[in-house]
């Protein structure tokens, strides 16, 4: 109703901007929400595409392999048979020589020393049929034309073999050019492939060490914080013993109320560290769900492991973060793999850890009561995208932070 009272009061024109503007926001707020859900799944798809590359190479280069070796195969039948033919055509050629020479040899024979009973019977002037006299000269020029019937009948298989050469020899050419055509994709494929297989195995290397940075990180937050809270622990306990020197000089003082004074010190000096179950995250850091648990996580492209010391929770870019409880900073700084971090310890036992912020909000000593604003959620350090990396410790060691929240 008040919404409608004072979009009334300003105007329709100015009202229906105004939610245009609402509007535009909110499918800006939405663009913004889908883009970060982009980026956290970026480098997981990316990986996912390289193997994928990799298995679409390994299956050409094994198809350009066979065309390869069906090429060769090709090539030396075709050379092979080309061979025969030309080992062919050289015995017709020997063929037609010899049969060139029985030709020539047989003209100059039947030239110089014709049949007699041929050449009797030729001239015989009783000899007036024509069909007579070409049987007569048949015998006379038959074996010669036999032998230039057979002459012509070994020159045509000697060309028919010469061209079958050239055309099992054009072939085998051409099988070549296409094997060269195969090998120049094998090859393009195969460097190809060892390319993505590099960076396959580059980035692997990459998880690997974040993976170990933060491990390290982690050992050496669990140091710092122990050492921190020790030292908290130390003042409390000098704290306590000049209270309870004050005490006791406050008793000498007043005699008189010896056993009051008694019962007033003794309260300060038997007050214990809080015990495990009493520390309580009474705020949410961020409101969105848990998007990775603690424990082990595993690559979901490569399949390696990792130890994941703490929770992310889904969060947009700049949005605040909140102290889970009461307490004092004891860190706000850079760390290796967390990024823009910030440590909150509550009393000398627990500690809690915000980790990716784009923007700190706290210095160390801040004290900080629950639901502060202490950073803007971020990508910083090592993340694939704005969330918030969310850790609780007890004396310096990470356990799940899950059952905490409210």
């Known amino acids: ?6 979009l009334g ?44 590359a990799i ?3 390994d299956a050409q280069i094994a198809l350009q392999e ?22 062919e055509a050289k015995r017709y050629s020997a063929d037609l020589e010899a049969q060139k020479l029985r030709l020539r040899d047989s003209a100059i024979d039947a030239y110089v020393r014709p049949s007699e009973t041929v050449m009797s019977q030729l001239a015989n002037s009783n000899l007036m049929e024509e069909a007579l006299r070409r049987s007569y000269l048949n015998d006379l020029v038959g074996d010669t034309t036999q032998l230039i019937d057979e002459l012509r009948a070994t020159e045509a298989r ?8 050239t055309r099992a020899a054009a072939d085998a050419q051409q099988l070549k050019a296409s094997r060269a055509e195969h090998l120049a994709t094998l090859n393009t494929a195969l460097a190809e492939q060892q390319s993505l297989r590099d960076e396959v195995e580059a980035r692997m290397a990459d998880w690997q060490a974040n993976i170990d940075g933060l491990e390290q990180a982690n050992i050496d937050i669990g140091n710092e914080i122990r050492s921190i809270q020790a030292e908290i622990a130390r003042k409390a306990a000098e704290e306590k013993a000049r209270k309870a020197k004050e005490e006791a000089a406050r008793k000498a003082a007043a005699a008189a109320a010896a056993a009051a ?35 082990p996580r595993r690559h979901p492209v490569f399949g390696s492991t990792a130890s994941h010391p703490g929770i992310d929770m889904q969060a947009r870019s700049g949005d605040p973060i909140y102290a889970a409880a009461d307490g004092v900073v004891i860190s706000a700084r850079w760390i290796n793999g967390y990024g823009n971090a910030v440590i909150i310890a509550h009393g000398s036992v627990y500690s809690t850890l915000y980790a990716h912020q ?14 502060d604003v202490i950073g803007l959620v971020g990508s910083t350090g090592w993340s694939t995208g704005p969330h918030l990396h969310f850790e609780v410790r007890v004396n310096g060691t990470t356990v799940d932070p899950a059952p905490f929240l409210p």
């Open 158 to 165: 000697r060309l028919a073999a010469a061209d079958a050469a």
């Open 9 to 52: 009061a300003v105007g329709p024109a100015l009202a229906q901007d105004t939610i245009d503007d609402l509007r535009a926001k909110r499918e800006q707020n939405t663009q913004k929400a889908a883009d970060a859900a982009a980026k956290l799944d970026e480098l997981t798809a990316k990986d996912q595409d390289l193997l994928d």
């Open 55 to 57: 298995s679409a190479l």
């Open 358 to 371: 784009s923007k700190l909000l706290v210095s160390v000593g801040d004290e900080v009561s629950s639901g």
């Open 66 to 87: 066979s065309k390869v070796a069906a090429a060769d195969r090709a090539i030396s039948d075709a050379e092979e048979l080309a061979a025969r033919h030309r080992d």
């Open 261 to 295: 004074a008694r019962e007033a010190a003794q309260a300060p000096a038997t007050q214990a560290p809080p015990a495990s179950g009493e520390f309580v995250v009474t705020t949410r850091p961020v409101p969105g769900r848990i998007t990775s648990p603690y424990g």
């Open 1 to 6: 109703m008040v919404v409608a009272v004072l």
